[in-house]
Every structure is written in structure tokens, then in C-alpha cells.
């Protein structure tokens, strides 16, 4: 048969569409959330899986720089994700008698690189990048038991009896992934596993957030600047740092991060695999809530001022681990993270 060079043929969008890979991420925090959205952009199958029955995005304040805004221009959603946010020219550096130690300045960001750096409050920033996935490809309650995968394909059965199929396993479930502990079980098995990574994960720090409830002027003045006043406060004589930025929503978001040593991990490792929440944050503001801060004002505030002025329940306390797995995925399975996916995240480092 011959085949006339100046016909045009069309391709059926439907057939491509069917042979495209359906993908099953589990996790449904930022970044699960995140490589959902960009994948229903791209038009490629995928599903949601969250183990809890109800998502609760606790956390302060997340700085975006310009490489994430720049991700969403592509995804159009900039004008939302900037009408959220709070500009960020500068990171003040400051000591514990309230002076200014040394600025990390961001200024001309939009000129070099297409976009500026924001502070977003994470509960709005979970809530934009939510609302960009139709609700039927989300399902909570889903706890991993068991997974499985082939030259076929993947399946997952769940706690509640029901299974998902797909073409492609993403593990976006956290520290304590389900997806990489099933992994990496079966590696070890075959003798493919590095000894590194079957270690326990190891943790340094643990990280108090809270976030306040719109404040006035007068309790706050650094509320009526147009760019966001980010402060870090070093200690010298005790191991802690501890952050505030103002917010476009006239909130304060703070944070208290504790650096640990073998005593004090030790103390802190009950809280190792609890969930975050104000329960475990309790003790914690006792610890804190005389570190000085600035408000832009005469009065002298400590986080005690910010404590008391926070919802408890978006406080939240929680173990920062920190390691670099060298697996990250084995044959249909891969395994992601908020580190990974919004590289340009430095939160876990200063609030």
C-alpha cells in the first residue's frame, strides 16, 4: 500500500493515552502531591494512596526560591502560588542580644533567574497544590501491606482489602516509607542492598513549628513591611537556632530546632516515630519560650509572645533525619521526598 507523503494523519489521542503508564504514588504529602499535579498536567494515569484517614498539613512557613516558582509558573499556577506568598529579599542572621549579625540578600533574583524567592505558609501551599488534582485521584485511609512488582507491572494490597495496580511505584510516604522498607526487604534478600542503607536512620536535630493567628501592627510592626522580615537567631551558649518570618496573611511563622548530641538524642528518641502534633510540642515550648526575637517594635518579645499566640493545633514537633539512601528505586519502584522534590527547600534549616 501506498502511502501519500502529503496526507496529514492524525494520531488517536485515546490509544496513546491507554498505553501511557499508569503510575501509584504513595504518600500524599508535598511531594506525592506535587508529582500528581505535574502528572495529570502531562495528562499520564496516576493515583494517590495516604495512609491517614484525614490530612493534616501541619508546619510553619516554607521558603520557596526562584527555581520552585519558576515550576509553577510552568504550571500555571505563579499568580496563586505569589498572591500566597511573602516576598524574601534577604535572610537576617541575627545573635541572641537581638542584633544583626549578617544578611544573606536574594535581590535581582527575578532579573537572573525568572522569578523571586516567597514565604508561603505550608498549610496554604498544601492546599494550592491539592486543589490542582481532581479529588477522585486522591483516596486516604490506604495503608500499604504489601506490595509487589514484575515485568508486568505493579500491585499494591492495602489494610482495608483493597488492591491498586499500575505500571509504576512511587514511594513519597516519608522518612519510614512503607514503599522503601517492602524495598528494600527484597533487595536485602538478593544480596543487592548496600550496608549503608540498611542502617537505622539516624537523627540530629528535632524541629518545634508553630504559626500564629493574624496579628495587628502594633503586636507585630514587621507586619506592615511589603517583604518579609526572615530572621535566624544563633546561639552561642546553647544548641539551638530558632527562626521567624512574617507572612502575607499578617501571621508569624517561627521555629525552634535543637541540634542533639548522644545525651540528649537519646532523650529525644521517643518521639522518633510519633506522629507530628501539639501533644509532642508541649515540652518542647517549655524549652524555648524565653528566646529572644524582633518584632520591628519597642517591646521585647521572646517566642513565648508567638507561643501564646499560635493555634495548638498547628503547632508541631517532630525528628529531623538526615541521610543520603544510595537506593533509590529497583525496577518499577522509586522512591521521592519533599528533599528531592523541592530542591530548592531549605525549611528543614531554618525554621
Excluded at 70 to 99: D, P, T
Excluded at 264 to 290: H, I, L, Y
Amino acid at each position: 500500500m501506498e502511502i501519500n507523503p502529503a496526507v496529514t494523519f492524525k494520531h488517536d489521542r485515546s490509544i496513546m493515552y491507554a498505553k501511557r503508564p499508569k503510575v501509584l504514588i504513595v504518600g500524599a504529602g508535598l511531594a506525592g502531591l506535587t508529582l500528581g499535579m505535574l502528572l495529570y498536567k502531562a495528562g499520564i494515569p496516576f493515583e494517590i494512596y495516604e495512609r491517614a484517614a484525614k490530612v493534616k498539613p501541619l508546619g510553619s512557613a516554607m521558603y520557596f526560591n526562584c527555581t520552585t516558582a519558576n515550576l509553577f509558573k510552568q504550571c500555571g499556577i505563579y499568580e496563586e502560588f505569589v498572591a500566597l506568598g511573602k516576598y524574601v529579599s534577604s535572610i537576617k542572621m541575627c545573635n541572641e542580644n537581638r542584633e544583626l549579625e549578617f544578611s544573606v540578600d536574594f535581590e535581582g533574583h527575578e532579573e537572573l533567574y525568572g522569578a523571586n524567592g516567597y514565604i508561603v505558609s505550608r498549610p496554604l501551599i498544601y492546599d494550592l497544590i491539592l486543589r490542582q488534582i481532581p479529588e477522585e485521584h486522591v483516596h486516604l485511609g490506604k495503608k500499604v501491606l504489601t506490595m509487589q512488582q514484575g515485568g508486568n507491572g505493579v500491585l499494591i494490597r492495602f489494610s482495608d482489602g483493597s488492591e491498586a495496580e499500575g505500571d509504576i511505584l512511587v514511594g513519597a510516604d516519608g522518612a519510614y516509607s512503607a514503599v522503601r522498607q517492602g524495598m528494600y526487604e527484597k533487595l536485602k534478600k538478593t544480596n543487592k542492598l548496600p550496608a549503608s542503607d540498611a542502617l537505622p536512620l539516624p537523627f540530629s536535630t528535632v524541629r518545634l513549628v508553630g504559626q500564629t493567628h493574624p496579628l495587628s501592627a502594633e503586636e507585630f510592626p514587621d507586619l506592615t513591611i511589603d517583604k518579609s522580615q526572615f530572621r535566624n537567631f544563633i546561639a552561642t551558649d546553647k544548641m539551638y537556632t530558632w527562626s521567624t518570618s512574617t507572612t502575607a496573611q499578617n501571621t508569624v511563622c517561627w521555629g525552634a530546632i535543637l541540634f542533639l548530641d548522644e545525651e540528649t538524642s537519646k532523650d529525644n528518641d521517643a518521639f522518633r516515630n510519633s506522629e507530628w502534633g501539639p501533644e509532642a510540642a508541649a515540652a518542647m515550648c517549655e524549652q524555648v519560650k524565653d528566646f529572644p526575637i524582633i518584632s520591628g517594635g519597642d517591646k521585647i518579645l521572646t517566642l513565648q509572645d508567638l507561643i501564646d499566640r499560635s493555634p495548638k493545633e498547628f503547632l508541631s514537633k517532630a525528628m529531623l533525619e538526615e541521610k543520603v539512601f544510595k537506593t533509590w528505586f529497583d525496577c518499577r519502584t522509586v522512591l521521592i521526598g519533599d528533599g528531592m522534590l523541592y530542591l530548592s527547600i531549605f525549611f528543614s534549616h531554618t525554621l
